[in-house]
């Protein structure tokens, strides 16, 4: 294992307001002046409890800090080489102590709120906070609302402000009313290890519609538990206790006009709003980051920035997956305001609404908050469909491994397992290491216990918060593999033997739900194994939860040498074949009848099929025939064909990359290539990224999702494999409906390069390394079909 980079501040200390560490969405403006001469190659040293940014006179520099595990906080670092001005300089940096549990920012009980900086010229402070040098001082920027909602069960709180036009002038100098600080509790300190954010500017490309809106009092609106259910297990501020409900508000502005425009928009352009007016602009492509503008009012008025990935029924959703997708600014005075939210979100399409006034608003634009170190590698093909697929994937892996690898780019931001096996393997294939998934890992390697899980478990997502002691042991068990694949693809034998402990405790926890057939029973917890029917049909033996667990046994086997763990894998495998097989297809569960004896419930599932062959309790030696009907009947068009009806339909998550893995055990490439096209071609035309569901009803940016590059790469192009440590590459060429293929997937700091074209008879190809990588080459499939191979 890379050690665990642990890392100290030369003399700042973490402090906050006195007396406000411990209060729920607290924002806070910290600030320090240097001068450019002395500063003019220094870094600026920060972490913070949650969120922060950070502001060079003015403009924009940086956000953060990566997120660290339980106990930890990891350290940033911001160049100002090359960005001072001549004589004062002001650093600026906002911060969000937030207090409260989520899925994306820890809720430390024992750390509050709190930020900790230097400024550093070498060796010498040239400024701290509570250290040497020039003192950063602070104060509440009371503009950004505190008692509001959250903004998602996941999420912390939702943006809502109340500000003049100098709220924000303080971050170049101007007047700032400095309030006490007091030091708090010293966490340890990790480096950052992963790579620094893109902050790409972008600009809508369309103004979509526009119209106006008028307030009805009677509408009734839609809250979920985010406004309904706070309380010990979901932090935030009471329904009765909230300033103001904006998302309410929002929900009953009805649009009494409603206009098709669809004019392209250039980067000067203004729009003239009136009272009551509303524009819908729209961007190139479903992204994570901030949305800016600068606004022009000439009375007070409220401003509602309101967002989503996708239009329904033409019109920006509040609510389509429970998230507060609106950010409130009642700009109180004439006068111009810069605005940019705080708090990273995910959309396409952008919706701006206002109240009690007129404006122009002009510099609308949206800060890219995404991962930059995938742009090595590429993709590009005869058939521009699969290169559009390529550029998705890439696009949706960029959004969700910014400082870990999560789920979705706006509804969570949350580090989960499973979604993370797929992750993992794209992290590599783009970024051509795993760097990024040892910080992952260490997440998870670093806390002693997890509170609020049994022992033994492993969250279901992480860094985050489950107080209400939600788990998915599925999860765990996914997180096994991934955890063998990363020994693949690192050699990092020492990461994965500090987790043995970890793993050898979620076993014995296990070992409960044992019954007398060897098989898991009345698993506790969220039993997930995906998004369909499969996940109603999980009591009292499931049975993809036992093929799964039955991999995991071997899979710890393979990993620590325990050969009883393969013996009990097979023994699970021979059992469930004997009794889920009801002769066509596997059955989903069986229930234990008072008698004591189980019944099949004769519920059958797509997915559980392919969970069957995916971890090896079938074989298609053993079930040809099981097989054949997958290969034939099943996939994206089933829905269309309408084949077995009685089989419940699998979903993207995770059914659809089990079955193309499937598919590419056998070499299918050509039906790869084309079920692939199918699936992901209406995503590709309506966001630009790659989602959670076949349909459009959750996030539209989910990580896992982006693992269709692999077989891209793998079962299209022919770069069947790389091995990392040994630096070896396999190359096998497929039988796939196109006449060129080219691509390059980056290895360590070097890149391999590959391409084929077919003139005929004649296939010609060309493998680029450098001279230490060594290279196999399959041609044996372009031989069988008649094709002469030539390499240039």
Known sequence: MKDNIET???SGKPVWLK????????????????HGEDAANAVVRLTA????RIFLNGEFLGYGPARGPHGYARVDEWSLKGKCKPGVNTIAVEVAGYNVNSYYLLDQPDQPAFLQAEVMAGARVLASTGGNGAQFEAQALEHRMQKVQRYSFQRPFSEVYRMAPSCDAWRDGGAFNAQELETVDQLRLLARCTPYPEFNILHPLTARLKGTVEFNPDKPVWADRTIKHIGPKLGGYLESELEDIPFYRVQRLEPTTKVAVKKPLREGDRLEMADGDFRTLEFARNNAGFLGATVKCYAPIRLYFAFDELLI???????????????????????????????????KYFKVIVEHGACEISNIYFREYVNPTAERASFESSD????AIFDAARETFKQNSVDTFTDCAGRERAGWLCDSFYIGRVSADLCGSADMEHVFFENFLLPEKFEHLPEGMLPMCYPSDHNDGAFIPNWAMWFVFQLEEYLYRSGDRAMVDAFKPKVLALIDYFKQFTNDDGLLEKLKGWVFIEWSRANELVQDVNYPSNMTYAAALESIDRIYGMPELKAQADAMRATIREQSFDGEFFVDNAIRRPDGSLEL?????EVCQYYAFFFGTATIE?????WETLRNDFGPDRKQTKKHPEIYFANAMIGQPMRTELLSRLGLSAQILEESKDYFRKMVETTGTLWEHDSPTASCSHGFASHVERLLFRDVLGIRNIDYVNRKVEVAFSDVPLERCAG?????????KVSWSKEGKAFNYSIETPKDISVSVDLSTIEALGLRPTRK
């Open 8 to 10: 100290k501040f030369v």
């Open 19 to 34: 007396g406000r560490s411990k209060e729920k969405n607290v924002f806070v403006g910290f600030r320090v002046q240097v």
């Open 49 to 52: 409890s949650s969120i922060y």
């Open 313 to 347: 029924d033409d019109d920006v959703s509040t609510t389509r997956y429970c998230c507060a997708n609106v950010v409130t600014y009642d700009l109180t005075e004439p006068g111009v305001y810069n605005l940019e939210t705080f708090e990273p979100y995910e959309l």
């Open 384 to 387: 521009k469909a699969l290169d």
């Open 601 to 605: 419930t004769g519920e059958r599932t």
């Open 622 to 626: 053993e079930f040809p025939q099981l």
């Open 744 to 752: 390059v997937m980056p290895i360590g700091g070097d890149t391999v």
